[in-house]
C-alpha cells in the first residue's frame, strides 16, 4: 500500500475544488412535504455528515443561500441547522464572511488526540468484552479491504467503518454521546493523515494488533493497542502541520 503524491497536494486538491462543487456530494434524507423541525434536522444531518466525511474542510464558507438552493428547502431550516453547527462550534463567524469551518489551532488538536487516546483506548476495552461474533467478522472484512485499498480516501472510509464497528461493540449508553461529540471536532482536522506517505501500512499493522485483541477477548491489549494507534496517528497529524507552515 502506497500513498501517490505529497502531503501538499492532498490539501490542494482539498481546497481546488469548489464549495459548491463538493455541495453536490451531498443528499437530504427528507420526505416530500416536511417542514418544520424535521426538515432542520435533515439539513443539520447533511451537513454534519459534509463535515464528519471531509466534504468541507476547515476554512471553507458555507453559504445559507448556496445550501437552501441545493437541497431546494427553504432558508430557514438552513439557518436554523447552521446555527446548532455554529453552537457545537464546528463553526464559527468570520468578519464579514458569514458562517465557515473551524480551524482547531494546536492546541486544541493536541488535546483533541489526548482524548481520542482515551476514548477509542476505552471503545476497544469494552469491544474485546462485549463484541459479537458478527462484529468480530465484520472487522476482519474491513481489514482485509484496508489491506488492499490503494487511496487515502478508500483508507479514510474505511478507517473509520472500522472504529465505528468497534465503537458499536461498546454496549454501554453513556458512551455515545460524549463519542459522537468527539468525532464531530475530529471533522475538523482537515486532510487524512493516511495523506501522509507511508501511512498507510504501519496503520494496517495497527489496526491487525487491535483486531486480533478484541478477536482473544484481551481487553488490556486491545486498549493498549489502540492508544498506540492513536498516538502514531497524532504523529502523522503533526507531520501534516508541519508541511502546511
Given at each position: ?5 505529497a502531503?501538499?497536494?492532498c490539501v490542494?486538491?482539498?481546497q481546488s475544488e469548489s464549495v459548491t ?6 443528499s ?6 416536511m ?5 432542520s434536522d ?11 466525511s471531509?466534504?468541507f474542510q476547515?476554512g ?6 448556496e ?7 427553504s432558508?430557514t431550516?438552513?439557518?436554523?441547522a447552521?446555527?446548532?453547527l ?13 458562517l465557515?469551518v473551524?480551524?482547531?489551532d494546536q ?10 487516546e ?6 476497544s476495552?469494552f469491544a ?8 468480530i467478522?465484520?472487522?476482519?472484512d ?10 487515502a480516501?478508500e ?5 473509520k467503518?472500522f472504529h ?12 455515545h454521546?460524549p ?11 482537515g486532510?487524512?493523515?493516511f ?5 498507510a501500512?504501519?496503520?494496517a499493522?495497527e489496526h491487525?494488533r ?5 478477536a482473544a477477548r484481551d481487553a488490556?491489549?486491545?486498549?493498549a493497542a489502540?492508544?498506540?494507534?492513536i ?7 503533526l507531520?501534516?502541520l508541519?508541511?502546511?507552515?
Amino acid at each position: 500500500m502506497q500513498v501517490s503524491g505529497a502531503i501538499g497536494d492532498c490539501v490542494m486538491n482539498a481546497q481546488s475544488e469548489s464549495v459548491t462543487s463538493r455541495l453536490a456530494r451531498l443528499s437530504l434524507d427528507a420526505t416530500p412535504g416536511m417542514r418544520g423541525a424535521g426538515l432542520s434536522d435533515a439539513v443539520f444531518a447533511a451537513l454534519r455528515h459534509g463535515l464528519r466525511s471531509g466534504i468541507f474542510q476547515p476554512g471553507d464558507r458555507l453559504r445559507e443561500e448556496e445550501i437552501a438552493e441545493h437541497f431546494h428547502v427553504s432558508r430557514t431550516p438552513v439557518r436554523d441547522a447552521l446555527r446548532r453547527l455554529l453552537e457545537r462550534r464546528l463553526l464559527e463567524v468570520s468578519g464579514g464572511r458569514g458562517l465557515m469551518v473551524r480551524r482547531l489551532d494546536q492546541s486544541e488538536i493536541f488535546e483533541l488526540y489526548q482524548m481520542r487516546e482515551i476514548m477509542e483506548g476505552t471503545a476497544s476495552r469494552f469491544a474485546a468484552q462485549n463484541a459479537t461474533p458478527a462484529e468480530i467478522a465484520h472487522l476482519r472484512d474491513l481489514q482485509a479491504a484496508f489491506e488492499t485499498a490503494q487511496t487515502a480516501a478508500e483508507w479514510r472510509s474505511l478507517n473509520k467503518q472500522f472504529h465505528d464497528t468497534i465503537a458499536a461493540a461498546v454496549r454501554n449508553r453513556y458512551f455515545h454521546a460524549p463519542l459522537e461529540e468527539l468525532q464531530d471536532f475530529l471533522a475538523l482536522l482537515g486532510p487524512t493523515t493516511f495523506s501522509v506517505p507511508g501511512r498507510a501500512n504501519p496503520a494496517a499493522a495497527e489496526h491487525r494488533r487491535i483486531l486480533e485483541a478484541i478477536a482473544a477477548r484481551d481487553a488490556d491489549a486491545a486498549e493498549a493497542a489502540t492508544r498506540d494507534h492513536i498516538r502514531s496517528a497524532f504523529a502523522a497529524r503533526l507531520k501534516i502541520l508541519q508541511a502546511g507552515n
